[in-house]
Each structure stands twice: as structure tokens, then as C-alpha cells.
């Protein structure tokens, strides 16, 4: 098993699978399919056996907005300046723009990580917009951005609502039209 550390977002190779842990050896990414694999990793500390070659840039996207900005009063942070607190909330997460507080439902500390970054990427899309597709839609986009797969974005939304949930099917179309450049 090889350990590796990615600074900021960036593009690999493998033939035929995939499969990459992260720093606490959970599972991360894993995808299979013959032939050449093309994806991308976040900043992170990672662990693989496969064999993976560095590309000179992340793999791009083509992602097609159909959202127009809702709110202009509040100046979105960083993910990382955010104070993220994990405790009961039926609503699975919100966010409190003056405070720059996101409180996600303690369940989806279980989930993997990158489900966690979709709910953050959602609620900071809060800072922009009122409507709940309009978050979702910004917050694959800044995934893709981050480094993330399009198949980890299409889980993220699928176990944060549910399969089938019109929002879910969303992702995924928009996941669809989202052409690697």
C-alpha cells in the first residue's frame, strides 16, 4: 500500500479500477470499468495499491448552470472558515449565514467524507441562493471543482436525500450533462 498526499486538486490515470483510501483507510474512490480511468482527487492524505499515474492538471468539466443568483447580502466563506458542528437536527443541515455556522445531523458523521463536503458545499450555496436545486447545483459544481468524481457527487446526494428523490434525479442529470473537457 502506497501513501501519498495530494496539496490541491489534481488529475490521475489507472487501467481498468480504481481504488483509493483515505488517511483513516476508508474507502474514498473506487470505480472500475476496462480500459483507462480518468478522475481527480481533493487535497487530502491517501492510500492506494493500485497503480496510478499523475497527470499535469485535474481533469476539467464542462458543468452547465441553470441557476441565477437569489441572494447578494451575505459573502460567502471558505469551507474551511466555517464553524461545523455536528448535533440533532431534522433538518440534516442548515446554515446560519451571519454566524457562518453549519449545523449538520450527527448521522451523517458516519457517512464518508465526501458526503459531509456535499452538505457543506449545499449549505454554503445558502450564501447565494434561496432555492434548494440552485444549492445542490452549486454545490456539485464545486466539487467537481475541489477535485471530487462525478460518481462520489451522485452518492453524496443520493445517501444525504435518497435515491429516487427528485432532487437526487437532478444530480444525476446534471452530473450527465457535465462533459469532462
Known amino acids: 500500500m502506497k501513501n501519498f498526499r495530494v496539496e490541491k486538486a489534481s488529475g490521475y490515470t489507472a487501467n481498468d479500477s480504481v481504488l483509493i483510501f483515505d488517511a483513516e483507510g476508508k474507502p474514498f474512490y473506487r470505480f472500475a470499468q476496462p480500459g483507462l480511468i480518468k478522475f481527480n482527487l481533493p487535497k487530502g492524505s491517501?492510500?492506494?495499491?493500485?497503480?496510478?499515474?499523475?497527470?499535469?492538471?485535474?481533469?476539467?468539466?464542462?458543468?452547465?448552470?441553470?441557476?441565477?443568483?437569489?441572494?447578494?447580502?451575505?459573502?460567502?466563506?471558505?469551507?474551511?472558515?466555517?464553524?461545523?458542528?455536528?448535533?440533532?437536527?431534522?433538518?440534516?443541515?442548515?446554515?446560519?449565514?451571519?454566524?457562518?455556522?453549519?449545523?449538520?445531523?450527527?448521522?451523517?458523521?458516519?457517512?464518508?467524507?465526501?458526503?459531509?463536503q456535499y452538505l457543506l458545499a449545499h449549505e454554503i450555496g445558502h450564501y447565494h441562493y434561496k432555492t434548494e436545486e440552485f444549492c445542490d447545483e452549486f454545490a456539485q459544481e464545486l466539487m467537481l471543482k475541489k477535485g471530487f468524481n462525478k460518481s462520489q457527487i451522485e452518492e453524496a446526494a443520493r445517501r444525504t436525500l435518497h435515491a429516487g428523490h427528485y432532487r437526487h434525479t437532478n444530480c444525476i442529470q446534471n452530473l450527465k450533462n457535465a462533459k469532462m473537457k
Do not use: G, W
Open 46 to 116: 491517501y492510500m492506494t495499491a493500485t497503480d496510478i499515474r499523475p497527470q499535469s492538471k485535474p481533469h476539467e468539466y464542462n458543468f452547465v448552470r441553470k441557476r441565477q443568483r437569489e441572494f447578494f447580502q451575505y459573502t460567502p466563506p471558505k469551507i474551511s472558515d466555517l464553524e461545523i458542528r455536528f448535533e440533532d437536527n431534522p433538518n440534516k443541515a442548515s446554515v446560519y449565514p451571519k454566524k457562518h455556522l453549519v449545523v449538520i445531523d450527527k448521522e451523517f458523521q458516519k457517512l464518508p467524507k465526501y458526503c459531509v
